[in-house]
Nanobody
Framework: VQLQASGGGSVQAGGSLRLSCAAS????????MAWFRQAPGKEREFVTS????????YYADSVKGRFTISRDSAKNTVFLQMNSLKPEDTARYYC????????????WGQGTQVTVSS
């Protein structure tokens, strides 16, 4: 399984970005897909997840109401729409895939950098 993240960049506070994670090399119908992020000097933290079948989503409290995760099954791609961005959202964002349920993050993408300036 390969995960290719893209869409990061630099934006001012209050702006928006859309990240994409293209998945390949597997059958993802039973997977849970997620986005994590890691800021310099901090531990990697969970941002949001989506169950590929059914579309159940979870969000970290810090992004609720601002970020939206979605997936396009035809393209095997997961998206992260980020609105009302804050400087504290600055981090490298990673997509992850769990074939055996939440917590079993066996596969990781290479990450994409998001920088939010005040």
């Amino acid at each position: 399984v390969q995960l290719q993240a893209s869409g990061g960049g630099s934006v001012q506070a209050g702006g928006s970005l859309r990240l994409s994670c293209a998945a390949s090399g597997g059958t993802f119908s039973n997977y849970v897909m997620a986005w994590f992020r890691q800021a310099p000097g901090k531990e990697r933290e969970f941002v949001t997840s989506i169950r590929w079948t059914g579309g159940t989503t979870y969000y970290a409290d810090s992004v609720k109401g601002r970020f939206t995760i979605s997936r396009d099954s035809a393209k095997n791609t997961v998206f992260l729409q980020m609105n009302s961005l804050k400087p504290e959202d600055t981090a490298r964002y990673y997509c992850a895939a769990a074939p055996r349920g939440v917590g079993t993050w066996d596969y990781w993408g290479q990450g994409t950098q998001v920088t939010v300036s005040s």
